[in-house]
C-alpha cells in the first residue's frame, strides 16, 4: 500500500474516531435551577450524538455520581450553595476524568467571576446562564462540548502521530482554499481532504 493511501485511511480515520467519541460521550449536568437544569438534559438528550445524560440537582449528588459512574463531560453551575463549591466540583470531575471537557455557567451578574477563575481552572468554556424561556441558547452548550470533543480529539490524534496543531492546520487549508490569496477563491474541500492535505505535506 502507497503512503498516499496510508494517509487518506488515516484521515478517515481521524473523522470515524472523532464521530465515535461524539456518540460515546456521557455528560452529567450539575445545576440547582430544576428549569435550567432541565432545559440543558433536553438539548443533550435530543442531539444526534452524546451516549448519555445525566442530571443532578445538588453537589452531594453529583460528588456521589462521579464516584459511582465515568463521565467524558460535564455542565457546571458555579452558583451552588457554598463559596466555591463549584468549582471545587469543577477541580474534582478534571482529576478523577483527567481532561477538561467541563463548560461552567453562571448568572450573568457573577460572569466576570467565573472567567477569572475559568483561567484557573483551565475549563473548556464559561457560558453565562440562560434564562428557562430561551431554549434555543441552550444549544450553544451542547455545540460548545460538541466542539471541545472535536479539538481534543484532534489534538491527541495529533500528539500521536507527531503533528502539532492538527486541527489549527485542518482549518487553515480549508479557510485558504475558500478564501485563497487575498481572498481569491480557490476551490471547495472537505474536511477530509483538508486532513490529507496536512498530512501530505507532514509525511510525503
Same mark, same amino acid.
Given at each position: 500500500?502507497?503512503?498516499?493511501?496510508?494517509?487518506?485511511?488515516?484521515?478517515?480515520?481521524?473523522?470515524?474516531?472523532?464521530?465515535?467519541?461524539?456518540?460515546?460521550?456521557?455528560?452529567?449536568? =450539575?445545576?440547582? &435551577?430544576? $428549569?435550567? %437544569?432541565?432545559? +440543558?438534559?433536553?438539548?443533550?438528550?435530543? *442531539?444526534?450524538?452524546? @451516549?448519555?445524560?445525566?442530571?443532578?440537582?445538588?453537589?452531594?449528588?453529583?460528588?456521589?455520581?462521579?464516584?459511582?459512574?465515568?463521565?467524558?463531560?460535564?455542565?457546571?453551575?458555579?452558583?451552588?450553595?457554598?463559596?466555591?463549591?463549584?468549582?471545587?466540583?469543577?477541580?474534582?470531575?478534571?482529576?478523577?476524568?483527567?481532561?477538561?471537557?467541563?463548560?461552567?455557567?453562571?448568572?450573568?451578574?457573577?460572569?466576570?467571576?467565573?472567567?477569572?477563575?475559568?483561567?484557573?481552572?483551565?475549563?473548556?468554556?464559561?457560558?453565562?446562564? =440562560?434564562?428557562? &424561556?430561551? $431554549?434555543? %441558547?441552550?444549544? +450553544?452548550?451542547?455545540?460548545?462540548?460538541? *466542539?471541545?470533543?472535536? @479539538?481534543?480529539?484532534?489534538?491527541?490524534?495529533?500528539?500521536?502521530?507527531?503533528?502539532?496543531?492538527?486541527?489549527?492546520?485542518?482549518?487553515?487549508?480549508?479557510?485558504?482554499?475558500?478564501?485563497?490569496?487575498?481572498?481569491?477563491?480557490?476551490?471547495?474541500?472537505?474536511?477530509?481532504?483538508?486532513?490529507?492535505?496536512?498530512?501530505?505535506?507532514?509525511?510525503?
Amino acid at each position: 500500500m502507497s503512503e498516499e493511501n496510508n494517509i487518506q485511511d488515516l484521515g478517515e480515520l481521524l473523522l470515524n474516531l472523532i464521530e465515535e467519541k461524539k456518540k460515546d460521550a456521557d455528560v452529567i449536568i =450539575l445545576d440547582d &435551577n430544576e $428549569e435550567v %437544569n432541565k432545559i +440543558l438534559n433536553e438539548a443533550f438528550s435530543r *442531539n444526534q450524538y452524546f @451516549n448519555g445524560v445525566k442530571s443532578v440537582l445538588s453537589l452531594k449528588k453529583a460528588r456521589k455520581a462521579i464516584e459511582d459512574e465515568e463521565f467524558d463531560c460535564a455542565v457546571i453551575d458555579v452558583n451552588l450553595p457554598g463559596i466555591g463549591e463549584g468549582f471545587n466540583f469543577l477541580k474534582d470531575f478534571k482529576e478523577k476524568n483527567n481532561n477538561n471537557l467541563a463548560i461552567v455557567i453562571s448568572r450573568e451578574d457573577s460572569a466576570q467571576h467565573a472567567r477569572a477563575a475559568l483561567k484557573e481552572h483551565s475549563a473548556l468554556d464559561y457560558i453565562p446562564k =440562560l434564562s428557562e &424561556n430561551r $431554549e434555543s %441558547n441552550h444549544e +450553544l452548550v451542547v455545540q460548545s462540548m460538541l *466542539n471541545g470533543i472535536e @479539538n481534543q480529539t484532534y489534538e491527541n490524534f495529533g500528539k500521536e502521530h507527531g503533528v502539532d496543531n492538527l486541527k489549527g492546520k485542518v482549518d487553515h487549508e480549508i479557510k485558504y482554499c475558500s478564501e485563497g490569496n487575498k481572498g481569491r477563491f480557490l476551490e471547495e474541500i472537505t474536511t477530509l481532504e483538508a486532513i490529507n492535505r496536512v498530512l501530505k505535506k507532514m509525511f510525503l
